[in-house]
Antibody
Framework: EVQLVESGGGLVQPGRSLRLSCTTA????????MSWLRQAPGKGLEWVAFINSKPYGGTTAYAASVKGRFTISRDDSKSIAFLQMNSLKAEDTAVYYC??????????????WGQGTLVTVSS | QSVLTQPPSVSAAPGQTVTISCSGSSSNIGNKDASWYQQLPGTAPKLLIY???KRPSGIPDRFSGSKSGTSATLGITGLETGDEADYYC???????????FGGGTKLTVL
């Protein structure tokens, strides 16, 4: 089973930036597509960003609510995925989860999850 | 308003069976496989069902999934108090070019 650990969350003022990291000891990290999802307090799940593995082009995709402000990236040599979050807004306040995205059938699905890291955007 | 529609809550007694519906459209469940996620209180979500009806290793066969047209269904038999959780369905939406989820269903085992 893949173990994922997020870090980098915290309290940040509106308009500022924050970078989240997702690390794993999984030596085949480079074979996995990765994604970030979030959950606002008391709310449901929201997909945020996706990055494919390098063998599949390393393509990225973003939710409309974060496109142009957030950037997902990966460093396969260190088995780390990142979420760079700029121009943060109060509505970005949430627990952010890092997940692997396995391709099953005709769709990617979020098969392993980290424990989450809380991001609070407030002045 | 979530793209996929789930009932906000369901409840049943221990040992009974419950089903949770997830209604979508032709741009999501209608042509993409659905998955289900279980979120126990205070924990991260966990993949419960993938590819509409498949269980990851370690998920008991009390949990089942199905899909018909633009709807997916999660079934849980032999309910246990430990099944109390929020359950989410999700899939890719080809019109929105985004993964979408239902609003979640809170299961109470009375």
């Amino acid at each position: 089973e893949v173990q994922l650990v997020e870090s980098g969350g915290g309290l940040v003022q509106p308009g500022r930036s924050l970078r989240l990291s997702c690390t794993t000891a999984e030596f085949t990290f480079g074979h996995y597509a990765m994604s970030w999802l979030r959950q606002a307090p008391g709310k449901g799940l929201e997909w945020v960003a996706f990055i494919n593995s390098k063998p599949y082009g390393g393509t990225t995709a973003y939710a409309a609510s974060v496109k142009g402000r957030f950037t997902i990236s990966r460093d396969d040599s260190k088995s780390i995925a990142f979420l760079q979050m700029n121009s943060l807004k109060a509505e970005d306040t949430a627990v952010y989860y890092c997940t692997t995205a396995g391709y099953y059938g005709n769709n990617y699905q979020f098969d392993f999850w980290g424990q989450g890291t809380l991001v609070t955007v407030s002045s | 308003q979530s793209v996929l529609t789930q009932p906000p809550s369901v409840s049943a007694a221990p040992g009974q069976t419950v089903t949770i519906s997830c209604s979508g459209s032709s741009s999501n469940i209608g042509n993409k496989d659905a998955s289900w996620y279980q979120q126990l209180p205070g924990t991260a979500p966990k993949l419960l069902i993938y590819d509409n009806d498949k269980r990851p290793s370690g998920i008991p066969d009390r949990f089942s999934g199905s899909k018909s047209g633009t709807s997916a269904t999660l079934g849980i038999t032999g309910l246990e108090t430990g099944d109390e959780a929020d359950y989410y369905c999700g899939t890719w939406d080809t019109s929105l070019s985004a993964w979408v989820f239902g609003g979640g269903t809170k299961l109470t085992v009375l």
